[in-house]
């Protein structure tokens, strides 16, 4: 559930509502002959073909994107690490050299108005530095070892309410409601309020479909409830991470009332849809190489852990849930991959092509959960790495393990080709995914998940 990390949705309101990846802007005409049609339904079903492309003929490639913004795809691994550390690229939408078409088109709809930009996505040092030394204060790798057990409680609270159907939607049932209601706990929401932020995350990332400027309405609702949130906290403080954000202080320093409610957002909104695409990416790319599947089953059922760990890691090289880092913007002139890339210029660096080039990892286009030499770029690199990263691992480490000791015999319940993704330009993940299984006896339900 990558927390602060790179992870953020394009624009959905820049997008119909329904077919967000239906129509393709024009190609610049410097385009390589032979170049590959990128941003249709064929391409967001299995873009790895046209990554290959690039990464042989057009590694750092200048293109048109559905929302008529023009950018720089990197798709080479040596590149794409470059790029991720270069300080030369900044996350400031400020430093776009934006058309007045393109104005807004590169964040989260609504963060502006809401007075919300000011997380660690946008920000450049000195003021990344000292947002992130805070917030890190308050997001410790002991909080989240400490939250292990809460994550375990809901991963078998929502298995609980299917189990005995015998049928599910892993997404909608599943792998959409753990993220959202951890990270609510994470924070700190009450649980009567959890499934308002549910409606409004699921508004946010287009679950299902929805009106055209809901997303920003969302963001908006969002921003007044985690003010009132924040002023509640600071009066009755809890064991919580918004208790624990304004608490973080570095020689005097707190974060600001905006800073604390951007980086709650932040928290919430990136990393929920991160974990909704590991689980449900990964379980699919298990459902279809059952052979590494039986293998991490015959693991988990002797007690081990090492398996299911090297595995995470594989699943989010393999076929991870952001496909592209989140925008920069070259703030002088600098050469990347070969190409010019101009003050101004937008780039983004493509994570799914970086983590199946050959010329860093052997055989990439093949599942091995147990491959040791695996550095890949699913989390970021450099300043903007994952903060949430070790929470991200432990939801998808409890999630899949949890499914296949439960549901042993899951499998497909439609044909692969049946599936659909979601159209969008930074994240990749699956609107549905329908299993079957054997159906297990009913559970009672207990308290700490009765709000399920």
Known sequence: MGRPADHVTEDPADRPAEDPVDHVAATPATCPAGAPELFTWEFATDPYPAYAWLREHSPVHRTSLPSGVEAWLVTRYADARQALADARLSKNPAHHAEPAHAKGKTGIPGERKAELMTHLLNIDPPDHTRLRRLVSKAFTPRRVAAFAPRVQELTDGLIDRFAAEGRADLIHDFAFPLPIYAICDLLGVPREDQDDFRDWVGMMIRHGGGPRGGVARSVKKMRGYLAELIHRKRENPGDDLISGLIRASDHGEHLTENEAAAMAFILLFAGFETTVNLIGNGMYALLRNPAQRERLQRSLDAGES?????????????????????????????????????????????????????????????????????????????????????????????ALATLLRRLPDLRLAVEPADLRWRGGLIMRGLRTLPVEFGPLPARPVSDATSHL
Do not use: K, M, S
Not at 317 to 330: H, I, K, M, N, S
């Open 306 to 398: 090492g398996l299911l760990e090297t595995g995470i890691e594989e699943l989010l090289r393999y076929d991870g849930p952001v496909e592209l880092a989140t925008w920069r913007f070259a703030t002088e002139p600098l050469t990347l991959g070969g190409r010019d890339i101009a003050v101004g210029d937008p780039v983004l660096v493509v994570l799914a092509a970086a983590d199946r080039d050959p010329a860093r990892f052997e055989d990439p286009d093949t599942l091995d959960l147990a491959r040791r030499d695996n550095q890949h770029l699913g989390y970021g690199h450099g300043i903007h790495y994952c903060l949430g990263a070790p929470l991200a691992r432990l939801e998808g480490q409890a």
